[in-house]
């Protein structure tokens, strides 16, 4: 145990609160003190981020090393109307493989208890009931593992810790076809393939769109090559045909391109090397040496494969000639700004669609569906930004969505959106510049393919591909307009005390064997909203100056932080990067705070 362990900040942990309850637990309903004498970890997260899915994925390895005396907790807090539904939840925590209990908070109650601003953050409880330390973003697993193991051994000498199994029960599997399918792909020979996800697996599908004929992966999660048996995946996603008959796959946890063979049902790696990108890293060369970051959906454009980088907001490409990866568009700040690709935002880009003169994306996170044309200009087709979204028809300029996840170009040069959390399929014409909506009462819909005059949408939540008969007429529902669940924070107009806190984790130094090993990036929508304090620097607390005469925006910052193992006798330590982005709603009150401070890894103790 090192001396800095009794001057440890510890502040008493407020209880768990959420209407919805517990999931993961067999029913049971938990309160703090069922959990004392185990150490916890709060997870805050909601389903349609793609940091959270990261951090999920992180702590596996966590929860298996140390399941007798850690226990995981993962507070659902939703950020769309539809993540505050019961059963949506109930479908994530499947989907996702979620190994630990759930605690379903829709309004937001435990979040505000804790203070958290952003998803995902962590937090850790010793096994008395404080809370020891706080997160935000991803990266962190090392040092919660740091963590975790001197509290066990400071509550083991004090007779505080408590062994044994812990709260969770998992659920009962269902008997389906298809397990929260992602994307599908219409074949030569006028069958389906469709990834199913949750099962890891390609499901090969007759015509019908139901009789499953051949399956492709172990069905467990992993990452290897070789024949449909012996090859797995790791929650594939999107499916494109390549110019030699096979199949790309975006193997999205697994941050990889893989190939499919149709014939002999060979899967093999094309690009990725397992591991995740971080900020720093090569951005482009030999496909198979460059880290990629969840590649949410894929398809041919102008002769390359274009992928729809989810975990980095960029859009990338694959030259299969040359065998190599690159950024084509996006810098990976989460926003929407259009304009030449390098300059280009983009929020969670999951859904793509190609035309002979443009690529179409769902832009989940912006509730946008957007366009590339051949020059690499990026442009906006409907939504507005990451706070705005619901189920409005009418002119594009006016009209919602609300997470789209897929995209599918038609015959008449318009374009249909898998309007996800609003269960439909929805129309946007680019000659009337007209939203109107295909289809209701479609369970998360996550990606559509043209057979015809049909379309048969993939209906996630509902386990199946649906077939619909494209109508002449949209069907009218009830325009319905939403603005985030988060409320403003209240700022005085005029100067505002930026402080993101960063404390390096225990046995661990900042990095600066080559520089400032910190950055902060700051923006605002509206611009104007900033007079002073915009751009990049390499100090994390920065004075800025909001202008008085915007009454309110959203204050976008992005830091990141490297630290390294302090450890002289290791020549080459093994350093770490933390990172996150923030989109903090303002509200400019005479009576507001000048100080706004962001916890990226630390306690904030002023």
């Not at 035309?355 to 996170?365: F, M, N, P, V, Y």
């Amino acid at each position: 145990m090192t001396d800095s362990a009794p001057r440890r900040a510890r502040v008493r942990a407020p209880e768990l609160i959420g209407k919805g309850g517990w999931l993961n637990t067999g029913d049971q309903q938990y309160t703090l003190a069922d959990l004392r004498g185990r150490i916890v970890v709060l997870d805050f997260w909601t389903f349609c981020c793609i940091n959270c899915l990261h951090v999920l994925d992180e702590l596996r390895e966590l929860e298996e090393k140390h399941r007798d005396t850690l226990v995981v907790i993962g507070v659902h807090s939703p950020k769309f109307v539809h993540e505050a539904e019961h059963q949506a939840v109930v479908d994530a925590v499947e989907r996702y493989g979620v190994a630990h209990p759930v605690l379903d908070d829709p309004e937001l109650a435990t979040w505000k208890q804790y203070a958290v601003r952003a998803w995902p953050t962590l937090v850790v409880i010793d096994p008395e009931g404080y809370v020891v330390a706080q997160h935000a973003g991803e990266g962190h697993a090392h040092a919660i593992e740091r963590l975790v193991e001197e509290l066990e051994a400071e509550h083991e000498a004090k007779g505080t810790l408590r062994r044994g199994d812990g709260p969770y029960v998992p659920p009962e599997p269902e008997p389906t076809t298809l397990r929260f399918p992602g994307k599908a792909l219409l074949l030569p020979s006028g069958n389906f393939l469709v990834s199913d996800t949750t099962r890891h697996q390609l499901v090969e599908l007759a015509e019908d769109a139901e009789t499953a004929l051949r399956r492709f992966g172990t069905g467990t999660r992993g990452f290897a090559d070789g024949g449909p048996d012996q090859a797995s995946f790791n929650e594939p996603q999107g499916l494109a045909l390549l110019d030699d008959g096979s199949v790309v796959v975006a193997d999205t946890v697994n941050h990889a391109l893989r190939r499919l063979d149709l014939a002999t049902g060979e899967v093999t790696t094309l690009a990725g090397t397992g591991r995740q990108w971080w900020q720093g890293l090569a951005t482009s060369g030999p496909a198979r040496e460059v880290d990629l970051s969840s590649p949410w959906d894929v398809a041919v454009f102008g002769g390359k494969v274009w992928i729809a980088m989810a975990g980095v907001h960029q859009l990338w490409t694959y030259d299969p000639d040359a065998g190599t990866v690159a950024v084509a568009a996006g810098t990976t700040n989460e926003g929407l700004v259009d304009g030449p690709g390098a300059e280009a935002w983009f929020a969670q880009p999951s859904g793509l669609a190609a035309t002979a003169d443009r690529l179409w994306l769902a832009d989940s996170e912006t509730s946008a569906l957007r366009w590339v044309d051949t020059d690499g200009q990026v442009h906006t087709a409907v939504g507005t930004g990451l706070f705005d979204f619901g189920h409005r028809d009418g002119a594009a300029a006016q009209a919602l969505f609300q997470h789209p996840l897929g995209v599918t170009a038609l015959p008449d040069g318009s374009v249909a959106v898998a309007d996800t959390y609003n269960h439909a399929l929805r129309r946007y014409d680019p000659a009337t510049g007209e939203v109107t909506t295909l289809a209701t009462d479609l369970r998360e819909p996550s990606d559509a393919v043209l057979v015809g005059e049909d379309i048969v949408v993939v209906e996630s939540a509902r386990h199946r591909l649906t077939r619909l008969r494209l109508p002449e007429e949209a069907v009218r529902v009830e325009s319905v307009a939403h603005r985030t669940r988060r409320a403003a924070t209240e700022v005085a107009p005029g100067r505002l005390r930026l402080d993101v806190i960063f404390q390096a984790p225990a046995g661990q130094k900042l990095d600066t064997r080559y520089g400032p090993s910190t950055r902060l990036l700051v923006s605002a929508t509206p611009p104007e909203l900033l007079l002073k304090g915009e751009g990049a620097d390499t100090d994390l607390s920065r004075e800025l100056e909001l202008n008085p005469a915007v009454s309110e925006g959203v204050l976008h910052v992005s830091a990141m932080a490297a630290s390294c193992d302090d450890d002289p006798a290791n020549e080459y330590p093994a350093c770490h990067v933390h990172q996150q982005d923030w989109g903090v709603p303002l509200r400019l009150t005479a009576g507001g705070t000048d100080r706004l401070p962001l916890v990226l890894a630390g306690m904030d103790e002023q």
